[in-house]
């Protein structure tokens, strides 16, 4: 297991941007594939990006898709989600997830950071 902590969440107006990062502690982090995932009052957790060990490989929802950007610095432990041209549709809580990379679901998350998108 792994221990998770985000930050960078905040309130923001249409258009805007915020940068999540996802700090990793506990084991190898390279070890881990990791994802970002969000949920706005009412509706059910949703993918938002994920990216591979190595950061070779990144995946986006088609929501997020040029819009949203993940990356990785296995030096530093972190994860990071840059988000751009925000719009009140991303207001969620959004969390942090890691799984090795033979597992086929996340196993440890973080507690959350909230990001509100004003129209």
């Known amino acids: 297991q792994v221990q998770l902590v985000e930050s960078g969440g905040g309130l923001v107006q249409t258009g805007g941007s915020l940068r999540l990062s996802c700090v990793v502690s506990?084991?190898?982090?390279?070890?881990?594939?990791m994802g970002w995932f969000r949920q706005a009052p009412g509706k059910e957790r949703e993918f938002v990006a994920a990216?591979?060990?190595?950061?070779?490989?990144?995946y986006a929802t088609d929501s997020v898709k040029g819009r949203f950007t993940i990356s990785r610095d296995n030096a530093k432990n972190t994860v990071a989600l840059q988000m751009n041209s925000l719009k009140p549709e991303d207001t969620a809580v959004y969390y942090c997830?890691?799984?090795?990379?033979?597992?086929?679901?996340?196993?440890?998350w973080g507690q959350g950071t909230q990001v509100t998108v004003s129209s």
């Open positions: 990216i591979s060990t190595s950061g070779s490989s990144t």
């Open positions: 506990g084991r190898t982090f390279s070890y881990y594939a």
């Open positions: 997830a890691a799984k090795r990379a033979y597992q086929s679901e996340y196993s440890s």
